[in-house]
């Protein structure tokens, strides 16, 4: 979904892509939580969740440096 929201020409048809991107992602961490649990015993699962949430959070991150190199590139043709 959210390649498409790079190719939507309708404000609403963002809305509604973003709506079905959170309604999917709002499974998605209970069930990895759920994976980290079942998979690591029980003296590395609060690192193991600490690596996961820290993957979230770099994400984000990221996303922001190379969003804004996208967006300059794209629009002001730098």
Known sequence: MTL????VKRYWHLLILRFGQGIS???CTPFAVSLIMDYFPKELRGSAMGFY???IYAGY???????NYVTRANILGQ
Do not use: I
Request: glycine share 24%.
């Open 61 to 67: 991150s990221l996303s922001y440096a190379v969003g």
């Open 4 to 7: 498409l929201m790079g190719f």
């Open 25 to 27: 992602e709002a499974g």
């Open 53 to 55: 949430n820290w993957g």
